[in-house]
């Protein structure tokens, strides 16, 4: 039962972390929309039971949004960072190999990032001004794009050529499409697809 609570407790501190992060700079948008309470519940309803890791997934978490939003989106850039971090708060200093980070980054579920956007995205939705909607509706737009991948098996898999691309040539394509607020520039929703030539 210890264990349990103080696994708990070291969940509240990290989201109170990835929160504060937030809160410095220019990032302070998300101080009043993101509570570590509600970091702390989705982690804890989509995250299996974890072994107490330097690593956590609330920690994992706060390091990967830091690392897509850095400068220097290098893996040893945030663990230099995170040690820099954890010498301050007097706490045991870690190695900077990135394979820890790396496979609790794959470790991480999908859903933790993605419930938490949407989350963002609604909490900016109810804090917009009124005179910001357009007779009285909130204005949503559409944009899309695609991405390559490297050609692996699992992403040929998921993500299979289309039928314009000469089979064994070129690499598999997403195509990515998003509804976007208007009036607060989030991304309300997502959608991932394999491409499938100019039409799809």
């Not at 990032?27 to 107490?52: H, N, Y």
């Not at 900016?124 to 357009?134: A, C, F, I, N, R």
């Amino acid at each position: 039962m210890k264990a349990a609570s103080a696994q708990q407790e070291s969940l509240r501190r990290e989201a109170v972390k990835l929160r504060h992060q937030f809160a410095q700079g220019s990032r302070g948008i998300f101080s009043g929309v993101l509570p570590a309470s509600k970091v702390t519940e989705v982690i804890r309803e989509e995250c299996e039971a974890w072994r107490d890791r330097v690593y956590s997934p609330a920690t994992t978490l706060r390091l990967f949004i830091g690392q897509v939003l850095g400068e220097d989106r290098a893996c040893q850039d945030v663990l230099s960072r995170f040690l820099a971090e954890r010498t301050a708060e007097g706490v045991a200093a870690i190695g900077l190999n990135t394979g820890a980070y790396c496979q609790a980054r794959q470790r991480l579920p999908l859903e933790v990032p993605d419930r938490l956007y949407r989350e963002v995205a609604r909490a900016l939705e109810e804090k917009l001004p009124k005179e910001w909607s357009w007779r009285s509706r909130r204005v949503k737009v559409f944009d899309g794009t695609t991405v390559s991948m490297p050609d692996t098996p699992q992403n040929q898999n998921a993500f299979p050529q289309n039928s314009e691309q000469q089979e064994g040539l070129g690499f598999p394509i997403a195509r990515l499409g998003a509804v976007i607020s208007l009036g607060s520039g989030a991304v309300i929703g997502h959608t991932v697809v394999a491409c499938e030539g100019k039409g799809t």
